[in-house]
T-cell receptor
Framework: AQTVTQSQPEMSVQEAETVTLSCTYD???????LFWYKQPPSRQMILVIR??????QNATENRFSVNFQKAAKSFSLKISDSQLGDTAMYFC?????????????FGKGTKLSVKP | GAVVSQHPSRVICKSGTSVKIECRSL??????MFWYRQFPKQSLMLMAT?????????EQGVEKDKFLINHASLTLSTLTVTSAHPEDSSFYIC???????????FGQGTRLTVV
């Protein structure tokens, strides 16, 4: 069974600085997707970034980028130029490749606080 | 993008009563529906998976007779919490998906409080 581990329950960062959230996972599959989701106080799940395991290039979305290390099964999220609106819970998630069987397996989350 | 509508957003019910939560995919056909539960300060845990027109598959520890799932159409699925108890108080989130999905879409969630 797949597992996702986020070892940082809470993190804080000063506004405009950079922060990295850690995530490791365990799977025997070779094809899969990895995600970072943001859950603000509204609790709506918001996709931050997605990585396909077969792609070696790290995904980037504006201020958000990942460091995907497939052999090490590591998938960290870097947030640059942190903004107050980035304050939220961040969940790392794994999804098997393969169509409609793709439920997400989530880590326990990291609570990020951006301080002014 | 994918638009998902989940209702109600909040509900308070008395112990022993039933509550129905609706989840609609507004601009795509959801062949599969995932229902997650999130307890306070915890992560999302998969409760059940349903395919349109078929019986739902429940995760270990989730009572199928308590959490009734209906997925009668490709755009609507419902979760009914029957004979609710205070320990059922939680945040419930639906996630409809389509065939060969490459990402997940989520409803806005329902905060259920059983008093």
């Amino acid at each position: 069974a797949q597992t996702v581990t986020q070892s940082q329950p809470e993190m804080s960062v000063q506004e405009a600085e950079t922060v990295t959230l850690s995530c490791t996972y365990d799977t025997s599959e070779s094809n899969y997707y990895l995600f970072w989701y943001k859950q603000p106080p509204s609790r709506q799940m918001i996709l931050v970034i997605r990585q396909e395991a077969y792609k070696q290039q790290n995904a980037t979305e504006n201020r958000f980028s990942v460091n995907f290390q497939k052999a090490a099964k590591s998938f960290s999220l870097k947030i640059s130029d942190s903004q107050l609106g980035d304050t939220a819970m961040y969940f790392c998630a794994f999804m098997n490749y393969g169509g409609s069987q793709g439920n997400l397996i989530f880590g326990k989350g990291t609570k990020l606080s951006v301080k002014p | 993008g994918a638009v998902v509508s989940q209702h109600p957003s909040r509900v308070i019910c008395k112990s022993g009563t039933s509550v129905k939560i609706e989840c609609r995919s507004l601009d795509f056909q959801a062949t599969t529906m995932f229902w997650y539960r999130q307890f306070p300060k915890q992560s999302l845990m998969l409760m059940a998976t349903s395919n349109e027109g078929s019986k739902a598959t429940y995760e270990q520890g989730v009572e199928k007779d308590k959490f009734l799932i209906n997925h009668a159409s490709l755009t609507l699925s419902t979760l009914t919490v029957t004979s609710a108890h205070p320990e059922d108080s939680s945040f419930y989130i639906c996630s409809p998906t389509r065939t060969a999905n490459t990402e997940a879409f989520f409803g806005q969630g329902t905060r259920l409080t059983v008093v």
